[in-house]
């Protein structure tokens, strides 16, 4: 008898038109439009120092300068000076506001032109008054300073996930800055089949702590796990993603990520037995251009610094960019071809994962050609999530009120959003698991 082939649904690539749509963010868009409904993460708040430089932003296509004030205020608003479009980066900032270097206009942390020293004093208060400053909700929580740029529309509830609520020393933040897409970022996030093959070598060599043996058994196991089957659940907040693998004793492993929507990945588990929880936020600043937060933080305890300065020990030390001088293109971001021979996965020697992600996306071009794409079944995460961000993004684009990521698509707790890695029990369902139990956390992969 011939036996029948089993050929599982593979995903279908984008349409050039669902591609466009799904990665475009500028104002006006069908993905753009989706975004200016939630509040962002623009900077790291440490960054931003009173009584010092604004900081210039570049958020979903658009230039904003944010500053805090000698008081501790914050104000966030165009760059573009109302008065005939300098810089507000170069501003003067002091007294409450930004002292435009090009006529001294001053423009207050409330958002009103205070000051037109360039018209007469009689009518300048008047002509003052009329001036309309774009100038946008502001918050600082988690240690990032957000902002919410959507235009004529009411902000949303301020999403309180658990790291918005903690104090400075119970986060730590790095941002990195690559040349392509955003999608693109967030997608290699959240890709668990690319781990036991790009980052053979760099986990070893870059990412996991402790002695040398310690980190090859740690990548042994990763390499020779057996493969998960995946479930999904697609929630009003993102989705859930339990990545299960059975054990030899008949229990099994689950890894379980969120995903909240647009773009926040809530990683499974903790590399380094310890309450420590990461996760990934990727936000676009242009079309082209994005960064990756990485957050990581603790609900019981500071971070302890030296374990940080050890997780980030291959990367620059600039907290703002971890990825500077990681190359481009041209150079093929420093690839050491001897190394490949003699054994390197990649080539890209010191370099940390993060960075082979970072290289491996901006390899893709600045947007990748997704209608090209042949996607196995081990993309089926990767499919959900630009068909689910699509479809939001359409039903907001049709009228609905219901926004995929906020209250009004259903009742969910922001704080309650958690990834995690646990060992259960052959006869428990992974929906069942309160990812806020205090158990020993298991390290398994990062998926
Ligand atoms: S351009 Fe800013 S004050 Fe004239
Ligand atoms: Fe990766």
């Known amino acids: 008898m011939y036996q029948q082939a089993i050929e599982p649904e593979y995903p279908k690539p984008l349409t050039r038109q669902e591609n466009e749509d799904l990665t475009r963010v500028g104002p006006g868009t069908v993905m753009g439009e989706y975004l200016r409904r939630f509040w962002h993460p623009v900077v790291r708040a440490a960054k931003l120092e009173p009584n010092r430089a604004p900081v210039r932003i570049r958020l979903l296509g658009e230039l904003f300068v944010t500053y805090r004030t000698k008081s501790n205020k914050i104000g966030f608003l165009r760059e573009r000076c109302p008065h005939r479009g300098a810089s507000l980066a170069l501003a003067h900032n002091s007294g409450e506001g930004l002292r435009c270097l090009f006529h001294g206009w001053k423009i207050g942390v409330g958002g009103k032109v205070e000051q037109v020293p360039t018209e007469p004093p009689a009518c300048a208060a008047k002509f003052a008054e009329g001036v309309k400053v774009r100038h946008y909700p502001v918050r600082e929580a988690g240690g990032l300073i957000w902002a919410f740029i959507g235009e004529g529309i009411e902000p949303p509830e301020f999403p309180d996930y658990e790291f918005n609520s903690l104090p400075d020393d119970q986060v730590d933040i790095r941002v990195g800055l690559f040349h392509c897409n955003w999608v693109q970022g967030m997608e290699a996030v959240l890709d668990s089949a690319h781990l036991g093959q790009l980052h053979r070598s760099s986990f ?244």
């Open 204 to 447: 070893k060599e870059t990412f996991f702590t402790g002695g040398k043996e310690a980190r090859e058994a740690q990548v042994q196991r990763l390499i020779e796990a057996p493969a998960p089957s995946f479930e999904f659940d697609v929630t009003p907040f993102g989705f859930k993603e339990a990545a299960i693998r059975d054990l030899s004793d008949g229990r099994r492993q689950g890894n379980l990520r969120m995903f909240a929507a647009p773009y926040y990945s809530f990683l499974p588990g903790s590399s380094r037995q310890s309450d420590d929880r990461t996760i990934c936020i990727s936000v676009p600043f242009d079309d082209e251009w994005a960064a990756q937060y990485f957050m990581t933080y603790n609900t019981k305890q500071p971070i302890d610094q030296q374990a940080s300065k050890e997780r980030w020990r291959y990367t620059d030390p600039d907290p703002d960019n971890f990825a500077a001088g990681l190359g481009d293109v041209r150079n093929l971001w420093g690839q050491n071809r001897d190394a490949m021979q003699a054994g390197h996965a990649t080539g890209f020697i010191g370099r940390h994962s993060f960075h082979e992600d970072f290289i491996i996306q901006e390899s893709m071009g600045p947007i990748t050609d997704r209608t090209e794409d042949n996607l196995g079944s081990s993309d089926t995460i990767i499919d959900l999530t630009r068909r689910t961000l699509l479809k939001a993004a359409y039903a907001l684009r049709d009228g609905s009120t219901e926004i995929w990521g906020q209250k009004s698509a259903g009742d969910f707790d922001y704080a309650g959003i958690r990834g995690n890695s646990r060992v259960i029990p052959a006869d428990t369902d992974w929906r069942d698991i309160d990812p806020f139990e205090d158990v020993e956390p298991v390290f398994l992969a990062t998926s």
